[in-house]
């Protein structure tokens, strides 16, 4: 969607970020264009001190203009988590360069982005009222995914449909390598915190033929049913990462994520993929 926003827009930069009113900041969330390399997400601008609500008056002059910026659009997306936090940014470094037809398309792609916005956050509310009804023995108790055991069957009937040639589907591993540095670092009220916040995406980002379950403390599995070649499984990605990001916006730390992944018809047993999956993610 940003990608999309670059090439129609004046300028060529397009910034998603959270407005915290309290402290005068805006985080980005996402950066697309010129200014990516000097604006990383997780990046923080100062808000004008005149400011008093989302608009061309968000972000402080000075600061612009030390990025060469002259002109920019601000939108606000309208969420349940709060109108305005977040909001759109369009920047660009001549005057006067934006129209009236510019802020429109960005008003209609922020409507976008809030609907994904949304879906995470409505699935994610489901499953949590799904899991009073789970069976307690197969499923983990602090995530409501399934657990290891569970998992473990319902690789092994997605692993005979593969062998068969039924379904191409994949098996995929998720490691948080930084949660037991979380856990010293900030106790493990905010570790558990951050493994349900991870659950709830995970669970949003998959679709209703696929399976995840927890591993380990710091694990998760995926068996991704009917995906297309590793773009799917790239695509799956993308998907986890953008949402736990936005998620954990204002939890005091962040969550590093790394990913394994392999055909489940390449491997001679449902046993030796996850073996292999695990063994593969970067400790």
């Excluded at 608009?55 to 002059?61: A, E, H, I, T, Y």
């Amino acid at each position: 969607m940003l990608e999309l926003l670059e090439a129609a827009l004046p300028g060529g930069s397009v910034l998603v970020g959270h407005v915290d009113w309290e402290n005068g900041e805006y985080r980005l969330i996402d950066v697309c264009g010129e200014v990516a390399s000097e604006l990383p997400p997780g990046s923080v601008l100062p808000i004008a001190s005149d400011s008093k609500h989302a608009g061309n008056g968000l972000l402080d002059r000075e600061t612009l203009a030390s990025l060469s910026v002259r002109s920019y659009l601000a939108v606000p997306l309208e969420t349940s988590a709060g109108g305005g936090a977040i909001t759109i940014c369009a920047l660009a470094s001549g005057t006067d360069v934006f129209k009236r037809s510019h802020l429109d398309l960005i008003a209609v792609a922020g409507r976008l982005l809030t609907y994904e916005w949304e879906s995470v956050k409505w699935r994610a509310d489901l499953r949590r009222l799904s899991e009073r009804l789970r069976d307690p023995e197969s499923t983990d108790p602090l995530t409501g995914l399934n657990n290891r055991t569970s998992f473990m069957q319902a690789l092994e009937r997605e692993w005979r449909l593969a062998e068969r040639g039924t379904a191409e589907s994949f098996i995929v591993g998720v490691r948080l390598p930084n949660l037991g540095e979380i856990g010293e670092r900030h106790g493990e009220g905010l570790k558990e915190l951050l493994v349900k916040d991870a659950a709830e995406v995970l669970e949003a980002a998959i679709r209703r033929s696929d399976h995840a379950g927890r591993l380990a403390d710091d694990s998760f599995g995926v068996v991704l049913v009917g995906c297309k070649g590793l773009t799917g499984a790239e695509a799956f990605f993308a998907r986890f990462e953008q949402a736990l990001e936005r998620v954990t916006l204002e939890r005091p730390c962040s969550l590093q994520v790394e990913f394994s992944v392999k055909a489940l018809g390449a491997c001679d047993s449902p046993e030796a993929a996850l073996q292999d999956v695990e063994e593969a993610i970067p400790a």
